[in-house]
């Protein structure tokens, strides 16, 4: 049916249908599984998501050296009040996806979306639009369709691996394809879909797999949270008909090739960046020794 | 000799949806836990019979950083056949002992591999050894790259026959047509052969599941070493 963005913009724009009905399509052709099982499958995965999102909002997470232990719960304290800067809105929704962080770290059940080091990001995104505007499970369903689509299509052209593309691939992505799913979860147009999808995918375009201690921790959760800002941005940048004069595509090739120009110290080996900072090198340390 | 069968081409995008969202997982990583824990997993499968010991050399990323992502207990604990997403999965190294199974794990530098690529050396009962390498390519999807020195590219996405054989003619028509009794569609099929008349490794994924009793039936032939059956 489709093998890049464009294609799958195509079709959905030829028949007037959001870009989640010709994804569910392909994917009914590709497993033979009905509709019906389909939307079980996304059911689990959204009951797994909502449960790693509220988790570590009340009770903090014991992981490999605590170094994120307690961050959700803390900043869903905050985002309660009165005081801060971006609204209590996108503080709830950094709060959900520093939650799923946590628990993931703490080897928790969580669902990878599309790697579990990125796995707060599409939790949050559409766990804080449905709550926001109070929409139906199947639109929410729907909207981790189209996240799920697109995904495909750049785990197939060029990668999701923080070990083959960086922090961009992982991170990266997963904004980018929760970008589209909330545009399409506030009935944006599919052209507006993928137009978030690459103005979040270029708003991190880059970004390095540095895990400090090698955990999948410090800075990943920290990723999380900004990253799930950068989708909501991005979706609302897009509905307000803002356009990406770069095709999808090509925005998804350039991701990959700045993965594979990035030295492998960058990539998720933990010898460089923020991993080789003194501080990080004694917490290493501390943590192992 | 290489048979390589195109999937239906009307399906471009062949990557399911719930690879992308997906799998439900154990953490923390999908590549570094989820995918070593597939990855042994599936090394159990091949080899099948009971083995007493297992040994990890682990190349590029999971040398540097396997202990920070779990992957020792994630491989561990895929060669004591547990999923992915079993919440028993971080006190592997407990059950392994209480099931005595050993393991240890070392550093190794592979030529042109992932950067998450693991050797699984697997001791049998009989002290007779299997080796498996394979990569975590991101994702918690993985690829087995070798089979005792046989290169293949299995991603384990489809049910998966395994045969090991003789190179000899007639062998994969007899298969083949074992195959279609059953009204087994074969999806894709690579053949790889140390020599001509040599030994082969064949590697047939089906779509939908295989039933085990096909092993018994493509073993009568003479030239068949052993058949490994992998639903995943």
Same mark, same amino acid.
């Given at each position: 049916m489709y093998h890049n963005i464009e294609e799958l913009l195509a079709l959905a724009e030829e028949r007037q249908v959001p870009l989640y009905k010709i994804i569910l399509e392909n994917e009914m052709l590709l497993s033979e599984k009905s509709e019906e099982e389909i939307y079980k499958g996304l059911e689990e995965r959204y009951r797994v998501m909502k449960t790693s999102a509220n988790k570590a909002l009340s009770k903090p997470q014991e992981t490999v050296?605590?170094?994120?232990?307690?961050l959700s719960h803390k900043h869903s304290e905050y985002s309660n009040t009165e005081n801060t800067l971006c609204g209590n809105y996108l503080n709830k929704v950094m709060a959900f996806a520093l939650s799923c962080s946590e628990v993931n770290a703490a080897m928790g059940k969580i669902c990878a979306a599309p790697t579990a080091g990125s796995c707060g990001i599409l939790p949050a995104v559409i766990l804080g639009v449905s709550e926001k505007f109070r929409l139906e499970r199947k639109e929410t369903l729907d909207g981790i369709l189209t996240a799920s689509g697109l995904g495909a299509i750049i785990m197939k052209n060029a990668t999701v691996s923080g070990a083959e593309g960086g922090c961009q691939a992982e991170c990266g992505v997963a904004a980018a394809i929760a970008a589209a799913a909330a545009v399409e979860m506030r009935k944006g147009t599919p052209r507006m879909a993928v137009n978030a999808c690459s103005l979040a995918l270029i708003n991190v375009m880059g970004l390095v797999c540095d895990p400090v201690a090698g955990l999948v921790q410090m800075p990943c959760a920290q990723r999380n949270a900004s990253q799930a800002v950068n989708a909501l941005l991005s979706a609302d940048l897009a509905l307000g008909g803002m356009v990406c004069p770069v095709p999808a595509d090509e925005v998804v090739e350039a991701m990959y090739r700045i993965g594979k120009q990035l030295p492998s110290e960058l990539k998720e080996t933990a010898l460089g960046g923020l991993a080789a900072t003194p501080t990080a090198k004694k917490l290493e340390y501390e943590i192992f020794h | 000799m290489e048979i390589i069968k195109e999937r239906d081409?009307?399906?471009?995008?062949?990557? /399911?949806i719930f690879d992308v969202v997906g799998p439900i997982m154990i953490g923390p990583s999908s590549s570094h836990t989820a995918g070593a824990a597939k990855l042994s997993r599936v090394a159990r499968l091949i080899v099948k019979e009971p083995f007493t010991h297992i040994s990890f050399g682990l190349h590029g990323s999971f040398a540097k950083t396997y202990k920070g992502h779990g992957t020792d207990k994630a491989l561990v604990a895929g060669a004591l056949g547990? /999923?992915?997403?079993?919440?028993?999965l971080a006190d592997s190294f407990k059950l392994a002992k209480n099931q005595g199974l050993e393991f240890d794990f070392y550093e190794i530098e592979l030529e042109g591999v992932h950067e998450n690529t693991v050797k699984m050396t697997l001791t049998m009962l009989d002290g007779s050894q299997n080796v498996v390498v394979g990569s975590s390519i991101g994702g918690g999807q993985i690829e087995i790259i070798e089979i005792n020195g046989f290169v293949t590219n299995m991603s384990l996405q489809l049910p998966t026959i395994v045969i090991n054989q003789y190179d000899k003619k007639g062998v994969i028509s007899e298969v083949s047509g074992i195959l279609a009794e059953h009204s087994l569609n074969i999806a894709t099929m690579k053949l790889s052969r140390t020599g001509k008349g040599d030994r082969a490794c064949c590697i047939i994924e089906i779509d939908g599941e295989i039933p085990e009793e096909i092993e018994q039936e493509i073993m009568r032939n003479k030239n068949i070493i052993s058949v490994k059956v992998i639903n995943i």
């Open positions: 050296g605590n170094l994120i232990t307690g | 081409v009307k399906i471009r995008m062949d990557i /399911s547990l /999923s992915e997403d079993s919440e028993a």
